[in-house]
């Protein structure tokens, strides 16, 4: 087969799965002629990552949120601190991210093949998609070509949505952003991934609280018995990406203040029920949303950059 009738085909399988070819600049073969094996080197590396330690797995996927939320979808969560500037990812909101060696990994071998051409931000958004899949998720493909942004700065991330929310806060927060009410509660079905820590989610313990089961509870006070870094995963399976989430949340057994409000507020809770008996429809809508979110005030062009090494700028 040609290469032009291999194009052909690609288009033609965009078109029957309603993926948009084009989205705000960006292209679903972006790198076909000038990097074709970049995704697969992004995805050998964070399988190669999940493999040794599977909880990196929700480390990539918060790594997409943090980046595209603040500034949007440019790696800025990135970029290192320098002495005249202290960057995102040193702000306390940031400091339990983990993956970074991942995108260091996938970069380094991209730059070997066809260097300066993959932007970073493309990396994290192929990455957190890949750990999605290599979780037991939806496979959904993203269009390329986000280019890397020069601003990292730690104030920025005040704009970054609190475990503290309500859904109303919430919907409103994100609706900012161009997020609808089933985005904002598909998007926290990722909380099928991964551990809060006893700081995040404390302040509930310290007063009767009607929404939380009363064993889940006591749970809880035994996980912060061990101190704030203490670790409470969101589900019953914290590596496998499923709708145990949503059937905690039915429970009463919510772990933040952000996740059980969905199920306690009239106009979330239908969505929540919906995901937690029937799971394709969670794994059809959260792909919907986290393509929106890998879209987020994306930079093109002369707006950006294509670092050279994702941890500073050119």
């Known amino acids: 087969m040609t290469r032009a009738n291999i194009v052909s085909v690609i288009l033609l399988m965009h078109a029957i799965v309603g993926f948009p070819f084009h989205a705000r600049g960006l292209s679903m073969t972006y790198y076909m002629m000038n990097c074709p094996f970049a995704e697969q080197i992004v995805k050998n590396s964070v399988n190669n990552a999940l493999r040794a330690d599977p909880t990196l ?7 997409l949120f943090h980046d595209c939320f603040i500034e949007g979808c440019d790696a800025s969560i990135l970029l290192d601190s320098t002495k005249d500037n202290t960057a995102e990812k040193d702000s306390p ?12 990994d996938a ?23 890949d750990a999605v899949f290599w979780a ?14 020069k601003r990292s700065k730690i104030e920025d991330t005040r704009n970054l949505p609190s475990p ?54 006591n749970s809880l006070s035994k996980t912060c018995s061990a101190g704030d870094n203490a670790e409470q995963p969101f589900d019953a ?3 496998d990406f499923d709708n145990a989430y ?48 890998s879209n987020l005030d994306v930079k093109l062009g002369s707006q950006g950059e294509i670092r050279q090494n994702c941890r500073s700028i050119n």
Do not use: W
Request: proline residues 4%.
């Open 246 to 293: 949503f059937n905690a949340l039915q429970r009463k057994s919510g772990v933040l203040f952000s996740d059980q409000t969905l199920f306690n507020t009239p106009r979330t809770r239908n969505i929540v029920n919906g995901y937690a008996f029937n799971q394709a429809r969670f794994f059809f809508d959260f792909q919907q949303a986290m393509r929106k979110m």
């Open 164 to 217: 503290f929310l309500n859904a109303s806060e919430l919907i409103q927060t994100f609706g900012q952003r161009g997020f609808t009410p089933q985005d904002v509660v598909a998007l926290s079905g990722a909380h099928t991934l991964g551990v809060a820590r006893c700081s995040s989610f404390k302040a509930r313990l310290t007063v009767p609280d009607s929404s939380m089961d009363s064993t889940f509870a």
């Open 237 to 239: 399976t914290r590596n």
């Open 57 to 63: 797995a929700a480390g990539l996927i918060r790594m």
């Open 93 to 104: 909101a940031n400091l339990s991210l983990r993956g970074y060696e991942i995108i260091d």
């Open 136 to 149: 037991g998720g939806p496979y959904y493909d993203i269009p390329k070509g986000r280019f890397d942004g």
């Open 107 to 129: 970069k380094e071998k991209i730059e070997d093949r066809c260097p300066g051409v993959v932007s970073c931000a493309d990396i994290i958004a192929m990455a957190a998609r």
